[in-house]
Structure formats: structure tokens, C-alpha cells
């Protein structure tokens, strides 16, 4: 078999068999496969796309370059959750306490956050003690014993993505829906839980900007899971503004506790009391309505909470500190409040600028070897849909000097779009998908 003729087929629109996408695979892992050949492969699928048979064949071929992790030794069902990546997005840090709280494990590896986006493990380490490199011993120690444990990747899972992943992120290939449900699902299946939930997000702050491609993106991914075993359910959710009011590591654990305690914004507690209900549900607990109604009393009566210190504990955290997490945890040295330049309706605002703010503040990383600073970040006064008057605060930017909040107000005035006219209210859920059909909101 020659890489000239698997390219040339994809390039005409042909379908690639089983054999031509494994002999890519492998061959592109072992270094036979070079990297010009493997992009212009990459150039072909983004213009052709891939038929459900190709990505199944895809996913499966990546799986099969590293370790699939076996977790059959903790009892239980295991349920993951996973994200598409957005801005303000610490659903995690709530949804598994929650979930693990009613019995339900969860073993989860996070990723780090690049570009505007944020990751979980970031936020983690931002409580002083916890450590998210375990070993996998202790990893599935804590899932047995707490319920609940989120660390990093461990092991040789999926190097096919990893070395494909690099070269998709320098050759403009990173959005194509195949090679992103593909790269997705070979590492969720790879972390070996028994059922999966993706949150696939939709909007200014998403790979996926509009509803149909995320619900195109979704149903791939579910097809996907589903055809190697696990039953998998994908939600669509907003993301043209961020999600709750912080963005930065410390403050948005602060603001995952205060979502525990019940005193969380509105959007985020409802999302995760949704995600929360759709992992429970997966996990057999019932209704969706019947899981809705048992997430919520874990955070009225602290339950989700408490599990929250237990895994930090575990973890090595200082859990005491999350009792003031916002006085504890988030010490940024300076500050400065955005005040509105004009009065009228916050109309939109563009959730990758506002991301890139927080990259600016020191909060995110622009390549993979920044440092961040965890007490950097913003908190947001106002979401879309605001009435504001000149004057009023927008937000307060934290980081470590002056300089840094220069570069960051600079970023966030222009994510705000403030007009006369009342912005069209966009739904928070947009549709749930599940193998059976797509359920859009409204309809
Ligand atoms: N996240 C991934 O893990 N892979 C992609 O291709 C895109 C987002």
C-alpha cells in the first residue's frame, strides 16, 4: 500500500477502507509516514469529510496506538463527562462531586488549558497541595473509596493523537468534524468508563459556532461511542458568553464551591445540575426528570459539597481552604473595575476575546510552556442581555501589576458589544442529543 494513493483517494472524495485508515495510523506513529504526507491527508478529510464508517475506523485506529485503561477494578458504574472547551466552563469541578455524592463513580482525566480556553487541571492546582500526577494505583484508589478523582493523562493513552493533534493545530486542520470526534472519543474510550457525556459547545467561545455543526459534531461522537460500547448522550450548550461570572483558575474553583453551597449564578448551576442529571441517567438512575430532582438536593444539603473536600483531600489538597474559597484561594495583587463608556443593552459578547483577556491577565497560556498565574482573572458584573449606564462596572480584572491589567482591559473592552437595541435571548440548552435522534430546545 503506497500514502500517495490513500491521499489521492480522500483528495477525489473517495471512501477510505479499514486497511488504508489503520496503515495511516500506524505508520504515521512509527515515523514512516511523514509529516507532509500525514497534513495533506488531514487537508483531504477537512474538504471531504469522512463517512461514519471512516471515523468509526479512525477512532479505532487511534485507540489501538497506546493503552486502554481497565477499570473494571473499581466497582460500579463509571460515567465521564467531557467538554468541548469553552470560557468559564468549571463545570467539572461541581458535576463530579455531585454525581460521585449519589454513588455513581467518576474516574476523569482533564487536560490543561491552551489558548483562550481554560482547563480543569489548572483550576485544580490553584488549591495549594492538590496534586493532579498520580499514580494509577492511587488514582483508582480515590474512585473506590471517594467516588470521584480528577488528575491528568496517565500512560501512553492514544500517541496517535498526540502527534496528529500538533500537526492539525500548525496546518489549519483542527476544525474538521471528523478528526475532531475522532481525536475525542479514541481518548474518552481510551480512559476506559463505561458510559460518556459530552457538553459539545456552541458559539463565539466554541471550535463549533453555529447549532447545526455542534449538533453535526454530536451526533458523530454519539454514533462513535455508541458503536464501540458505551452508551453515550452529547448536550449542545451557549457558549457565546461565558459561563458564570469568573474566568481564571482560583476564581472559578471559588465559584464552583459557592455552585455547591447553592450560591452559584443561575446559568452554571443549571448547567450542571443538567450535566449532573444526564451522567446519573446514564448511570441508571432514573428519569431525566427523577436525576434533575436528585442532583439539586446534593447541593441543597451540602452533599455535593462535602464529597468536593473529600476528593481534594485525597488529592493532597488543603480542603479547609475551600470553607472562604474566595478569600483564600484567589490573592491577585492588583485590581482595576471596567466601567461602561455608553449606556444601552450589553447586546453580546465575544467569548474568545473575553478569554483571551484572562490569557492576558496571566490566567491562560498562550503556548504550552507558560506559566500561569492561578489568582488572575476577571469577574464579570454583567452578562449579555444586561441594561447598563455609562459608568457602571462591566467587571474587575485581577493580576499580578499594572502592566498585565492594561493588556487585559485592553482585550475585554472590545469583547463588549453595548447597543440601543435589546439583544434576542439565546437558550443555555440548545439540544440533547442520544443515538435515538437530536431533541433541539423549543422545539
Ligand atoms: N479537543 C480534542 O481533544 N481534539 C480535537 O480535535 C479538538 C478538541
Redesign the pocket.
Known amino acids: 500500500m503506497r500514502m500517495y494513493d490513500v491521499i489521492e483517494r480522500k483528495r477525489n472524495g473517495g471512501e477510505l477502507s479499514g486497511e488504508e485508515i489503520r496503515f495511516f495510523v500506524k505508520g504515521y506513529v512509527a515515523g514512516d509516514v511523514p509529516d507532509y504526507q500525514a497534513s495533506a491527508l488531514c487537508m483531504a478529510i477537512y474538504f471531504q469529510g469522512m463517512t461514519q464508517r471512516e471515523t468509526v475506523d479512525l477512532t479505532r485506529a487511534m485507540l489501538a496506538s497506546g493503552d486502554v485503561i481497565d477499570l473494571s477494578s473499581i466497582p460500579g458504574i463509571k460515567v465521564d463527562k467531557h467538554s ?2 469553552g470560557v468559564g466552563d468549571k463545570t467539572s469541578l461541581v458535576v463530579a462531586p455531585i454525581v460521585a455524592s449519589l454513588g455513581v463513580r467518576v474516574a476523569k482525566m482533564s487536560g490543561r488549558g491552551l489558548g483562550y480556553t481554560g482547563g480543569t487541571l489548572d483550576k485544580l492546582e490553584s488549591i495549594p497541595g492538590l496534586s493532579v500526577s498520580i499514580s494509577r494505583t492511587r488514582f483508582e484508589r480515590i474512585v473506590s473509596e471517594v467516588g470521584c478523582a480528577i488528575i491528568g493523562q496517565t500512560g501512553n493513552l492514544v500517541p496517535a493523537d498526540k502527534k496528529l ?1 500538533a500537526l ?1 493545530d500548525v496546518t489549519a486542520t ?1 476544525d474538521s468534524t471528523p ?2 470526534a475522532s ?2 472519543m479514541s ?1 474518552k474510550i481510551a480512559a476506559g468508563s463505561d458510559r460518556i457525556l459530552l457538553d459539545v459547545k456552541c458559539g463565539s467561545g466554541a ?1 463549533m459556532k453555529t447549532v447545526d455543526d455542534a449538533i453535526a459534531l454530536a451526533r458523530e461522537m454519539v454514533a462513535i461511542g455508541e458503536g464501540m460500547g458505551r452508551s453515550t448522550v452529547a448536550l449542545i450548550t451557549d457558549m457565546g458568553r461565558p459561563l458564570g461570572t469568573c474566568i481564571g483558575n482560583a476564581l472559578e474553583v471559588a465559584e464552583a464551591v459557592a455552585t455547591l453551597k447553592g450560591e452559584g449564578p443561575r446559568d452554571l448551576t443549571d448547567i450542571c445540575v443538567e450535566l449532573a442529571a444526564n451522567m446519573l441517567f446514564l448511570a441508571g438512575l432514573g428519569t431525566i426528570e427523577g436525576c434533575r430532582g436528585f442532583a439539586r438536593n446534593q447541593i441543597d444539603n451540602g452533599q455535593g459539597f462535602h464529597k468536593l473536600k473529600e476528593m481534594v483531600a485525597a488529592q493532597g489538597g488543603d480542603a479547609s481552604l475551600l470553607d472562604d474559597a474566595f478569600g483564600r484561594l484567589a490573592r491577585p495583587r492588583a485590581s482595576r473595575e471596567v466601567r461602561a463608556t455608553k449606556s444601552g443593552y450589553l447586546y453580546a459578547m465575544d467569548t474568545e476575546r473575553c478569554g483571551l483577556a484572562s490569557v492576558a491577565l496571566g490566567a491562560g497560556r498562550a503556548t504550552k510552556d507558560d506559566t500561569i498565574d492561578h489568582s488572575a482573572g476577571i469577574v464579570l458584573s454583567a452578562k449579555t442581555g444586561a441594561v447598563v449606564e455609562e459608568g457602571d462596572v462591566l467587571a474587575t480584572l485581577y493580576a499580578a501589576n499594572d502592566r498585565l491589567l492594561d493588556e487585559g482591559e485592553h482585550a475585554l473592552r472590545a469583547a463588549f458589544d453595548i447597543r440601543a437595541e435589546q439583544p434576542r435571548p439565546v437558550p443555555l440548552f440548545l439540544a440533547r442529543v442520544t443515538i435515538d435522534g437530536v431533541g433541539r430546545a423549543g422545539a
Open positions: 468541548t472547551g493533534y492539525r483542527v478528526l475532531i481525536s475525542i481518548k471550535f
